[in-house]
Nanobody
Framework: QVQLVESGGGLVQPGDSLRLSCVGS????????MGWFRQTPGKEREFVAS????????EYTASVKGRFTISRDNARNTVYLQMNSLKPEDTAVYLC????????????????WGQGTQVTVSS
């Protein structure tokens, strides 16, 4: 397992942008596929985006496609989530996750999780 620490959340207005970061505490970060998930009170954790180990494959949930971009910098052990045109329904705690192997949308496939960073979109 790897320790993950997210940052970059905050309170923004609809239409604004945020960039989330997640740093992993391992020198084999490049062997992990990474994912971003989000969770709101009373709802199940939801897949947002994932990226393969070498960045050549990315997946997004339909509601964020065209607005969010996942990327990674293996030299910095960091995965990013650029969020543009934010909407109130994007409000959630955003968590990053890691798994060794191929990308996945399934929560149960990930064995390392960060604590999350709060994103609130409100006017």
């Amino acid at each position: 397992q790897v320790q993950l620490v997210e940052s970059g959340g905050g309170l923004v207005q609809p239409g604004d942008s945020l960039r989330l970061s997640c740093v992993g505490s391992t020198n084999i970060f490049m062997t992990y596929a990474m994912g971003w998930f989000r969770q709101t009170p009373g709802k199940e954790r939801e897949f947002v985006a994932s990226i393969s180990r070498k960045t050549n494959y990315k997946e997004y949930t339909a509601s964020v496609k065209g607005r969010f971009t996942i990327s990674r910098d293996n030299a910095r052990n960091t995965v990013y989530l650029q969020m543009n045109s934010l909407k109130p329904e994007d409000t959630a705690v955003y968590l990053c996750a890691a798994r060794q192997g191929v990308v996945s949308r399934a929560i149960d496939d990930y064995d390392s999780w960060g604590q999350g960073t709060q994103v609130t979109v409100s006017s």
